[in-house]
Antibody, heavy 118, light 106 residues
Framework: EVQLVESGGGLVQPGGSLRLSCAASGFTFGDYYMTWVRQAPGRGLEWVATIKHDGSERYYVDSVKGRFTLSRDHATNSLFLHMDSLRVDDTAVYYC???????????WGHGARVTVSS | SYELTQPPSVSVSPGQTAYITCSGDELGDKFASWYQQKPGQSPVLVIY???KRPSGIPERFSGSNSGTTAALTISGTQTMDEADYYCQTWDRTTEVFGGGTKLTVL
């Protein structure tokens, strides 16, 4: 059974940092693109970032470029999103997903809540 | 930046056909996916690569994509289909979701 479990969310002050993790199991991690999608309270889905199956390329939404870094560890089947210079408008539930727009994100985690507030 | 436009809401009676559109520049030249999200739950992929249905998704869900419009069709809509629906595509190195459509079944 495919499982994606996010962790690392929480409350952080504006300008602070946070690292989200996504533990993947039940599939060959290195065969898939992986994606982070976020959803602000009461709002729609927003694509954040995608990493190729081999980690060779990463793509980011303009609003997080230079602040967020996406990485993956094939030894531990984990996906990471390191978030720096956090802003109030980064407040959202962050979902880890298997796949990308090209193939469809066919499995999603339960989400990690990130709140940026003073 | 690339944008996808969806109607904010669609209403349908149980048993009828629901039709949700998603518009974008030359969208028909790209692949579109569709996701269903119910309150408090993670999204679920219901259509990928325009018209393919993942395993476990009922046959009443179908998709199409041509010109500037992708569409999700739900035939014989059931009350359990009431949810928010989002389209998705990508352009060069950017992925994008539509704003979402709230489907009401009443």
């Amino acid at each position: 059974e495919v499982q994606l479990v996010e962790s690392g969310g929480g409350l952080v002050q504006p300008g602070g940092s946070l690292r989200l993790s996504c533990a993947a199991s039940g599939f060959t991690f290195g065969d898939y693109y992986m994606t982070w999608v976020r959803q602000a309270p009461g709002r729609g889905l927003e694509w954040v970032a995608t990493i190729k199956h081999d980690g060779s390329e990463r793509y980011y939404v303009d609003s997080v470029k230079g602040r967020f870094t996406l990485s993956r560890d094939h030894a531990t089947n984990s996906l990471f999103l390191h978030m720096d210079s956090l802003r109030v408008d980064d407040t959202a539930v962050y979902y880890c997903g298997r796949g990308s727009a090209a193939s469809g994100i066919d499995h999603w985690g339960h989400g990690a809540r990130v709140t940026v507030s003073s | 930046s690339y944008e996808l436009t969806q109607p904010p809401s669609v209403s349908v009676s149980p048993g009828q056909t629901a039709y949700i559109t998603c518009s974008g520049d030359e969208l028909g030249d790209k692949f579109a996916s569709w996701y269903q999200q119910k309150p408090g739950q993670s999204p679920v992929l219901v259509i990928y690569q325009d018209a393919k249905r993942p395993s476990g998704i009922p046959e009443r869900f179908s998709g199409s994509n041509s010109g500037t419009t992708a569409a999700l069709t739900i035939s014989g809509t059931q009350t359990m289909d009431e949810a928010d629906y989002y389209c998705q595509t990508w352009d060069r190195t950017t992925e994008v979701f539509g704003g979402g459509t709230k489907l009401t079944v009443l």
